[in-house]
Every structure is written in C-alpha cells, then in structure tokens.
C-alpha cells in the first residue's frame, strides 16, 4: 500500500468560503497542526476527510502518510515508475508525489497534519454518505492496472455505455469513468434518499445543477460546486454494477 490515506488536498483560495460551505453541509473541522506555513484547514464527516489549503498545487491530491518516508522512496518509485517531487532534506518536512496515468496526483506526507475530532454517529452531513472519489480516466485498463498496483482492489467494472471501474481500499473508494464531459475529478455521495436531500440542499440556498457526469442516466441526481470548484456528485443510489 501507499501508506495510511490522510485527506483528499484541494487547493483552495478563499479557504474561509470554502470552511463555511463544508462546515454549513454538516461536516466538522478538526484541529491542525503547523507543519504547513500557508494557511491549512480539515473538515471532514468521519469518513471523508478534506483538506484545504490556500497554496497552488496539483488539487486535488490523494495525500497518505508514510512514517520514515525517505526510506520508501525506492519502492514508491519502483510503484509509479518515477517520481512527481520528492522533499527529503534533514530540515525539511518530508513530503513525495506521484502521478496515475491520467495525471492525479498522489502525495506521501511523514507524518499526519492535523487531528481529527470526536464524531458521534455515522450520518452527521446533510448529503449522507460518502460512497467514492470519482475521477475521469482515458484508458481503463492502464488505470485499473496502476490502482491495483497501489494496493486497490477492484470491485467491478463496466464495458457498456458508461464506461468505468470501481476500485476500494481500506480507506478510500475510487470510481474511474470514461466520459469525456467530466473534465476533474470530484467527490460522490450516495443515498436512497438522495431526491429528498437534494431538495433539502436546494432549500437552504445552495445552488445544484441537475445530473452529473459519473451516471449512465444524464439527468439522474446532482451537482453542487463548491467554492474552490470542487464539483460534489449527488446520486440517489448505487448502480448494480457497483455492488
């Protein structure tokens, strides 16, 4: 494996807007550390974990923790066939990343940056549960190989019509589509009853497109966008070539 998964890292420029937006969805902030010398937040529902930081990078970035992480950087490079950025001087905080073949940046952190609250119960969001990170992918078989070569387990696939894949881990799932109208990657709630959350979110002033770009029905759920232009993919179930 990479490592143990830390946060999904999203560049975010008005990092306030991008706190109230999260934090008024349900999600709670956690306590950070001062690792980073640009301005930091987490927010997170128990399962996901976001964090945002006011610095340009490659956002959004699937961030692990590695401890001892110039020791592994042999073998991370051996994984990914080479290297995006390594940060491994005595005086520095330890940091590596890694592109998959489409791109998405993957960062290995030596030690985590923040701490995360006490959560009670499993459903403290207005948009439910956290079901995968979505991302657009040009060749599904490379993309399925370089996953599994992460330590992913793929859990089903689809040929027809909306062409993807669905990857899980420990602590994160991946859904990779071919589609060519979903231009970034972004983050996927499902819930049977989703068309009432949807109308719940709409109610409370946030604006929602109709459909999204990860279901074979082009109508079927949501999109909210957050501040930062992370699009948040709201689906009414899971597709049984998901399960």
Same mark, same amino acid.
């Given at each position: ?10 560049? $975010?420029?008005?990092?306030? $807007? ?13 306590? =950070? ?9 987490? =927010?997170? +529902? ?19 923790? %590695?401890p001892e992480l110039k020791k592994?950087l042999s073998e991370l490079r ?5 290297? $995006? ?5 005595? +005086? ?9 073949? +489409?791109?998405?940046?993957?960062? =290995? &952190?030596?030690?985590? !940056? ?27 078989? $490379? ?10 387990? &793929? ?6 019509? &909306?062409?993807?894949?669905?990857? !899980? ?11 060519? %109208? ?13 068309? @009432?959350?949807?109308?719940?979110? %709409? ?16 109508? !079927?759920?949501?999109? &909210?966008?957050?501040? @930062? ?10 597709? +049984?070539?998901?399960?």
């Amino acid at each position: 494996m990479i490592g143990r998964f830390l946060e999904i890292s999203i560049e $975010a420029p008005d990092i306030l $807007a991008s706190m109230e937006f999260y934090q008024g969805l349900g999600m709670l902030s956690a306590t =950070v550390g001062e690792v980073w010398p640009h301005r930091y937040g987490v =927010v997170t +529902d128990g399962n996901l974990v976001l964090g945002l930081h006011d610095y340009s990078f490659e956002s959004p970035s699937l961030t692990y923790v %590695r401890p001892e992480l110039k020791k592994s950087l042999s073998e991370l490079r051996a994984r990914a066939g080479s290297l $995006a950025f390594s940060k491994t001087d005595d +005086d520095e905080f330890n940091e590596a990343g890694f592109t998959d073949p +489409d791109g998405q940046m993957i960062a =290995v &952190l030596e030690a985590r !940056t923040f701490s995360p609250p006490e959560i009670v119960g499993s459903d403290i969001t207005v948009l439910g549960h956290f079901s995968e990170f979505s991302m657009p992918v040009s060749n599904l078989d $490379a993309s399925i190989a370089f996953w599994e070569n992460m330590g992913f387990v &793929l859990t089903g696939r689809e040929d027809e019509g &909306l062409a993807g894949a669905w990857l !899980t881990s420990d602590f994160l799932n991946l859904g990779l589509y071919v589609n060519p %109208r979903m231009r970034t990657p972004g983050l996927t709630f499902r819930e049977p009853d989703m068309a @009432e959350r949807i109308e719940y979110v %709409r109610a409370q002033g946030y604006r929602l497109t109709q459909g999204t770009p990860i279901s074979p029905e082009r109508h !079927t759920g949501a999109t &909210l966008l957050a501040p @930062e232009g992370t699009p948040i993919y709201l689906l009414p179930e899971i597709t +049984d070539q998901e399960t």
